[in-house]
Structures are given as structure tokens and as C-alpha cells.
T-cell receptor
Framework: GAVVSQHPSWVICKSGTSVKIECRSL??????MFWYRQFPKQSLMLMAT?????????EQGVEKDKFLINHASLTLSTLTVTSAHPEDSSFYIC??????????FGDGTRLSIL | GQNIDQPTEMTATEGAIVQINCTYQ??????LFWYQQHAGEAPTFLSY????GLEEKGRFSSFLSRSKGYSYLLLKELQMKDSASYLC????????????FGGGTRVLVKP
């Protein structure tokens, strides 16, 4: 099946640090990548949709200046959490798709801000 | 907007069958997905329905009725490893084919 790799899997850092998360589709070209956030015992909440070569579309309530998304190639998208604070601690998950593939998820990144 | 409803939790015995229902309301339906998510892990794709009827894949089957806005995921011959959350998600053409997820159903398989 389709493989999506997400890195790092776990980040612990101090408040005020910026954190970059990478999402790669390893065996298909992902025209669209999605970034989700999931709090404990809750479902996935879509943060933004990213199409290769264009600006990301953010969901209502998601600050685009805080969560910077870049989708420069058909196999890589990055999410940077700028000046992270404890309330940004969460499980961040990316997914990738194209017209022939349903969304396949990366393994997720557990972010803990101290 | 979209409303997706599924039960919060279900318990079943190893070897039994469990059916997880999902109802939805959407303006531009473009497919319904089921994902499995074990605690602390990312979701994994199980099934996709865009036409009415039953799709069978081994021990897992998924059914869709577009006119009723209804789907179910059927898990047969339950195994302990099937204990997980099962997420129903709907793709909406009007929303650029984004997926909107239900709250998930936690299935606990007991010996």
C-alpha cells in the first residue's frame, strides 16, 4: 500500500521554540497533503490543506502565521509550528493523496512543549 | 457544514461480529472512508465507498446507502488486535474533497 513518512515522531522542546515537521509520500506523487491535529480522546481536526506549488488553505480558527505550511514538491510538505507554547502540545498527523489514492496518513508527530 | 455521527464506544467478544454505524449529512457527497486508529498511533485506511452497496475485504466489510446518508463497518471473527478506534470520514466535493471525520467509535474486544 501507499507509504507516507512523517518525521520526527516525537518532539519535546521549550516554550518559544519553533518546530518543523516533515511529511513525505514515499511511493506516489501527492498532489494534495493535509495536516491534522488530534487531542487525546478526540477525533482528527483538519488544520490545513496543501496543494503542491500553491499556498495552503487553512481551516477557520487556525492561525496561518503560527502554523506555516510549505508544499514545495509532489513528495514533501512541511509544517512549522512557530514560537510553540504548551497549548500547542498535541499529536500532529499529515496525510497525502492524489486522484488515484485516498488519504494515507503518516505515523504522526507527538509534540510536547514545556 | 457536515454532521457525522457514530457511537462513542462498543464492546464485543473475541470471535464475534460487531457493526459500527455512521450517519452523515453533506451537500456534495464524494465518498465515505473508514479508518482504524490504535491508541497513540495514526489512522490506517480500511475502506472506501462511493456507490451504494457492500464492499468486502477479508474480515472487514463496509456498506453505504447514499439516499439514507448511512454507512456501517462490519468486523467479523473479532480478534483482540481489533481493539481500536474506528473513524468514519466523508469527502465533500463542495469542500474541495476534504475529509471530515466523525468522533470515532472505540471498540473493545474482550476474551
Amino acid at each position: 500500500g501507499a507509504v507516507v513518512s512523517q518525521h520526527p515522531s516525537w518532539v519535546i522542546c521549550k516554550s518559544g521554540t519553533s518546530v518543523k515537521i516533515e511529511c513525505r509520500s514515499l511511493d506516489f506523487q501527492a498532489t494534495t497533503m493535509f495536516w491534522y491535529r488530534q487531542f487525546p480522546k478526540q477525533s482528527l481536526m483538519l488544520m490545513a490543506t496543501s496543494n503542491e506549488g500553491s499556498k495552503a488553505t487553512y481551516e477557520q480558527g487556525v492561525e496561518k502565521d503560527k502554523f506555516l505550511i510549505n508544499h514545495a514538491s509532489l513528495t514533501l510538505s512541511t509544517l512549522t509550528v512557530t514560537s510553540a507554547h504548551p497549548e500547542d502540545s498535541s499529536f500532529y498527523i499529515c496525510s497525502a493523496s492524489n486522484t488515484n489514492q485516498p488519504q494515507h496518513f503518516g505515523d504522526g508527530t507527538r509534540l510536547s512543549i514545556l | 457544514g457536515q454532521n457525522i455521527d457514530q457511537p462513542t464506544e462498543m464492546t464485543a467478544t473475541e470471535g464475534a461480529i460487531v457493526q459500527i454505524n455512521c450517519t452523515y449529512q453533506t451537500s456534495g457527497f464524494n465518498g465515505l472512508f473508514w479508518y482504524q486508529q490504535h491508541a497513540g498511533e495514526a489512522p490506517t485506511f480500511l475502506s472506501y465507498n462511493v456507490l451504494d452497496g457492500l464492499e468486502e475485504k477479508g474480515r472487514f466489510s463496509s456498506f453505504l446507502s447514499r439516499s439514507k446518508g448511512y454507512s456501517y463497518l462490519l468486523l467479523k471473527e473479532l480478534q483482540m488486535k481489533d481493539s481500536a478506534s474506528y473513524l468514519c470520514a466523508v469527502s465533500d466535493k463542495a469542500a474541495g474533497n476534504k475529509l471530515t471525520f466523525g468522533g470515532g467509535t472505540r471498540v473493545l474486544v474482550k476474551p
